[in-house]
């Protein structure tokens, strides 16, 4: 009987996150935000959080640099090189967001 309960606690999770995420994106939808973007960058920096930082602001302005109003948006981040002596880090970001066309 355990078993039955606990399953039934996850088939209403997943129910009520399916639900949510509908209704984000129709929300988003509705003030007009209907243009997907997308665009990927390459980033550097003299620490790991400078060269992730760089990579990600840029792949943000490539996007904006279309779509003139977009959401936060998602980042798709990942560490392409990294020097010996931890001096030099280069990401590449892929930036997704829905804008105003």
Known sequence: MQEVTWLRRIGLVSAVMAVGLAAASVAAH????????????????????????????????????????????????????????????VFRSTHQAMCVD
Do not use: F, I
């Open 30 to 89: 509705a003030d007009g935000y209907d243009t997907p973007r997308n665009a990927t960058a390459t980033g550097a920096g003299s620490t790991y959080a400078a060269g992730l930082a760089a990579a990600e602001q840029r792949a943000r302005q490539s996007v904006l640099a279309v779509g003139h109003d977009c959401t936060p948006g998602t980042y798709n981040t990942m560490l392409t090189y990294a020097s010996p002596g931890g001096g030099t880090w």
